[in-house]
């Protein structure tokens, strides 16, 4: 570890008044030996701080490491979008990543099973972007009103208080849109070995749209520079136990030995029109567009290269959210989507406060928030004595009238609508597809590990409808499994 920084100035302790502190090793008391007097402020304001030194944890993603960095753009995409961070070759642009797994809460191990959150906020000079994403190109299901009896099957039971499969797999059974996700978690890179080693993903399908109006589907893909390395399910157990910060430890000590982890970054793109016959809904976060139908082009590099000061301050109260967007690019119809634009700032409004936009690794560093909203709790006065309404006369900000994404169509009646399935789509197919495409060794990975965790479950009838799913990706894959389970129960 480097050495300490001394951040604290000249002069002698103080009170959070500033008034000297006389004794910060006895507290003050009625005679030797006697009861400690109401009066002795600073120890009464010391105990009353540390109190209160938590804020809540994220509900997900609870654990997690952060870094500074620069993205710079490798390609010409201004075709695609009018976004102006990424308006040239060479051009920079500041960010802030957070990496996390999902179900542990803060001070649970790194080294899991558990997909890895990659959250990247790009510091632009047309506000921040957020970019919320995983390790994993897909996710476990495709309707937001699922996330949180999804998220309740991860986390702990309500009476065990442990993570218990028995949940995990009752929900998976009965939801087989998780097979691909569920069978891409139990292979190889279900265990990153460190943030560094591991690519990140979008996931979702967003909006691109270029100066002449025109709109281009998108997905972003973040190779990693340092070559995928993973954990086997041994590996992590050890690991796990040995040093629970695994992978925080790896990426602070990586930026101060000036290694600066890095990646390619790239984009799939698709016309618009190109959509409402594509072979899979591209718009199901269940779903990869399969490369051959839409390489995916180099458009940048994203290095890592500062550690925080002060991970509370940068990490903890750091917020991210799909909904912040960038002229050039919006959201896509994804049903998943749709739902986290909204899930994101209602958690920071609740954990951070409603001023959160305004901390150090919040607000924008390339441009100035102008808004209206003005006090709430912590407000620090920013506005001073500016007019608090619109419209006025006094020349404050006022609307565009440019939308940041351009409008798509809908059609039909409001109803509670399952998202549409094209030609191929079924829950199976790319699960299957990913399966087949494992070397034999890593099959045999993939089945021990979904094995010993199936074989925990307490009921045939939830482990049987769990293993029927791979059954239904590919034959192969769910004989073997059964006769895999069936050896450990
Ligand atoms: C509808 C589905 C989802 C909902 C409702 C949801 C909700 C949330 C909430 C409430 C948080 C905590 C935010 C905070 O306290 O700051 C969070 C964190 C996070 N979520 Fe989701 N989530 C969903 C799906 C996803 C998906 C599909 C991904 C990735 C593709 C994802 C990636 C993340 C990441 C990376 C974080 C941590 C952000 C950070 O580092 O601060 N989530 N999610």
């Keep these: 570890m480097r050495e300490a920084t001394v951040t604290q100035g000249q002069g002698p302790l103080t009170t959070e008044a500033g008034a000297p502190v006389a004794d910060n090793q006895n507290s003050e008391s009625a005679g030797v030996g006697g009861p400690v007097l109401v009066q002795d402020q600073s120890l009464l304001e010391k105990l009353a701080h540390f109190n209160r030194e938590r804020i809540p944890e994220r509900v997900v993603h609870a654990r997690g490491a952060g870094a500074y960095g620069t993205f710079t753009v490798t390609a010409d995409v201004s075709r695609w979008t009018r976004a102006r961070f990424l308006s040239e070759v060479g051009k920079r642009t500041e960010t802030f990543l957070r990496f996390s797994t999902v179900a542990g809460n803060l001070g649970a191990p790194d080294a899991v099973r558990d997909p890895r959150g990659f959250a990247l906020k790009f510091y632009t000079e047309d506000g921040n972007y957020d970019l919320v994403g995983n390790n994993t190109p897909v996710f476990f299901v495709r309707d937001a009103i699922k996330f949180p009896d999804f998220i309740h099957t991860q986390k702990r039971d309500p009476y065990t208080g442990s993570q218990e499969p028995d949940n995990a797999w009752d929900f998976w059974g009965l939801s087989s849109e998780s097979t691909h996700q569920v069978t891409w978690l139990f292979g190889d890179r279900g265990i990153p070995a460190s943030y560094r080693h591991m690519n990140g993903y979008g996931s979702h399908t967003y ?29 992590a157990a050890r690991l796990a136990g040995a040093d629970p910060d695994s992978h925080q430890r790896d990426l602070r000590e990586a930026i101060e030995r000036g290694e600066y982890p890095s990646w390619t970054v790239q984009a799939q793109i698709m016309p618009a029109a190109d959509a409402e016959n594509y072979r899979f809904n591209p718009f199901d976060l269940t779903k990869v567009w399969p490369h051959e139908d839409y390489p995916p082009i180099e458009i940048g590099k994203l290095e890592l290269n500062r550690n925080p000061e002060n991970i509370f301050a940068e990490v903890e109260q750091s917020i991210f959210s799909p909904a912040h967007f960038v002229p050039g690019i919006g959201p896509s119809p994804d049903k998943m989507l749709q739902g986290r634009l909204f899930a994101y700032g209602d958690a920071h409004r609740y954990r951070v406060g409603i001023n959160a936009d305004h901390l150090p690794v919040n607000r924008p560093h390339a441009a100035e928030a102008r808004t209206y909203s003005r006090d709430g709790l912590l407000y620090d006065g920013r506005h001073g004595g500016t007019k608090n309404y619109e419209p006025n006369s006094f020349g404050g900000p006022a609307q565009t009238g440019q939308p940041l994404w351009q409008p798509t169509g809908v059609s039909g009646a409001t109803g509670h609508h399952e998202a549409p399935a094209h030609a191929e789509d079924d829950d199976f197919v790319q699960a299957g597809n990913l399966y087949r ?11 021990a590990n979904l094995a010993d965790s199936i074989a925990g479950v307490s009921r045939d009838d939830i482990a049987q409808r769990a293993i029927d799913n791979f059954r239904k990706a590919d034959e192969d894959f769910g004989k073997r499994l059964d006769e895999a389970v069936r050896a450990r129960r």
């Design 437 to 447: 495409l494992m070397p034999e060794d890593a099959k045999e990975r993939l089945i």
């Design 207 to 235: 909006q691109w749209n270029n100066a002449a109006g025109e709109i281009f589907w998108v997905k972003y893909h973040f190779k990693t520079d340092q070559g995928i390395r993973t954990l086997t399910a041994e590996e």
